[in-house]
């Protein structure tokens, strides 16, 4: 086989077989196929599509680029959660001693921020000690114990996704349908889990700016899913503001908490509640979707939720008083007001200039090595929907630097946009998608 055959027909409008996707993720994961050879197939992939067979193929072809988890050591029915990213979402810290705490096994691979969004990684960072880099003994040995564990995403986990995905970002090519679809169940599927629930993101915020994109991409994720034999769910949500009110590490971490402590945010729930009552479904831990969001409230109301999350942060090295002192999380020295410049109902958020906002105080990287400040962000006060009058404090900054504050006060202030007339908060879950 030659690549410059597979580009040709590609371009033509071609359907690449099952081996001819095979022979090329092979060989591109050893080096033998260059990068200029393979951004123009990424390239004529973003002009000519790829139907569901060749997505299908592709996404099986990175994930077996490099090791596939055995999780067959866990007992029960492992679920999994992934979201596609967007600005406050902390949902995972949510979630997971939710439904660990329903005694049904998390797994969950996670990864850091980057750009305007977080990832939880970093914020599980927020605990002084926590380690994400765990053994596959110890991880297992977790999650049969207390059915929770979150580690970083290990190099050896679809190779194939982490250089394709460097290439795409260069060469504009991110933002296809079925590239992005293989690149997120690639890894999914090499993570080892029987089960799948995605929250597809859509709005200013997401990568999905647009609705109808972010549900071509879940009922492809949903496809994909299920045509590998685990069952998967999507949930496209809100991302037209940033969920809940915090936005940092150290900030959406005492968001989390507050939630396990029965004070979460209504769209924060909405979104713990929808993803969630799919995992206990999937797990046979629940005869319905009403009945899974009552087991969820009830372990948040007996507070054993808030008790599975301090015992996973122990058991990662982490230190557990910081889950019932979330004053012991990492502070920022400075509290400093954003107040509004005239009057009205809040009817639009830049949703994606907060989150960079956010990364001008340290709170995220521009670039992959950057170090960054765990205790800075944003705090909304109102969000969209609610009405202000001038002088009104619309957010809080919390900073450590006070020449970074000025920048994200500046950006901040533009982010809000207002209306004379009422505005009606859109609703956080947009459509459930099950095949
Ligand atoms: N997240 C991924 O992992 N891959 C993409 O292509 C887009 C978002």
């Known amino acids: 086989m030659r690549m410059y055959d597979l580009i040709e027909k590609k371009k033509e409008g071609g359907v690449l077989s099952t081996e001819e996707i095979q022979w090329m993720i092979k060989g591109y994961t050893a080096d033998q196929i260059p990068d200029y050879q393979m951004s123009a197939?990424?390239?004529a992939i973003c002009f000519q599509g790829m139907n569901e067979q060749e997505t299908l193929d592709l996404t099986l072809a990175m994930r077996d680029s490099g090791e596939v988890l055995d999780l067959s050591a866990i007992h029960g029915v492992k679920v999994d959660k992934h979201s596609t990213g967007g600005v406050g979402d902390k949902t995972s810290l949510v979630l997971g001693p939710v439904i660990a705490a329903?005694?049904?096994?998390?797994?969950k691979m996670?990864?850091?921020g980057l750009g305007h969004t977080g990832g939880t990684i970093d914020k599980l960072e927020c605990f002084r000690g926590f380690q994400t880099g765990l053994s596959d003994q110890k991880f297992f040995e977790n999650v049969n114990r207390i059915r929770l564990a979150i580690a970083g995403q290990t190099a050896e986990l679809a190779p194939a996704d982490k250089k394709l995905y460097a290439l795409r970002d260069v060469t504009a090519t991110v933002a296809q349908r079925s590239l992005i679809a293989s690149s997120i169940m690639s890894k999914k599927l090499a993570s080892g889990s029987d089960a799948i629930v995605l929250d597809v993101k859509t709005g200013n915020g997401a990568f999905m700016k647009n609705e109808e994109d972010a549900i071509a991409l879940?009922?492809?994720?949903?496809?994909?899913?299920?045509?590998?034999?685990k069952k998967t769910a999507a949930i496209v949500t809100?991302?037209?503001?940033?969920?809940?009110d915090m936005v940092g590490n150290s900030l959406e971490v005492i968001e989390a908490i507050q939630a396990l402590n029965g004070n979460g945010p209504e769209d924060l729930m909405d979104d713990v509640y929808a993803l969630g009552s799919y995992m206990l479904l999937f797990a046979g831990a629940a005869a319905d979707r009403n009945q899974a969001v009552r087991k969820m409230k009830d372990v948040i109301a007996s507070k054993q939720a808030l008790h599975k999350m301090a015992e996973f942060v122990e058991?990662?090295?982490?230190?557990?008083a910081q889950v019932y002192d979330p004053s012991l999380l990492p502070q920022a020295a400075h509290k400093i007001p954003v107040y509004a410049a005239g009057d009205g109902?809040?009817?639009?958020?830049?949703?994606?200039?907060?989150?960079?906002?956010?990364?001008?105080?340290?709170?995220g990287r521009r670039i992959k090595d950057d170090v960054i400040d765990p205790a800075v962000g944003i705090e909304l006060v109102h969000k969209k929907g609610a009405y202000v009058k001038k002088g009104d404090i619309l957010s809080y900054i919390y900073a450590n630097d006070l020449e970074k504050a000025g920048e994200a006060k500046a950006l901040l202030q533009k982010s809000y946009t207002f209306s004379?007339?009422?505005?009606?908060?859109?609703?956080?879950?947009?459509?459930?998608?099950?095949?």
């Open 41 to 43: 197939m990424l390239m």
């Open 102 to 107: 329903l005694g049904v096994p998390v797994v």
């Open 110 to 112: 996670s990864g850091r």
């Open 218 to 229: 879940a009922r492809t994720m949903v496809r994909i899913g299920n045509m590998a034999g």
């Open 238 to 244: 809100d991302m037209s503001q940033p969920l809940g």
């Open 315 to 320: 058991a990662q090295g982490g230190d557990p």
């Open 345 to 363: 109902y809040i009817c639009g958020m830049e949703t994606e200039q907060i989150g960079v906002a956010c990364m001008l105080l340290g709170g």
């Open 420 to 435: 004379d007339t009422e505005y009606t908060a859109p609703e956080t879950i947009h459509e459930v998608i099950t095949e």
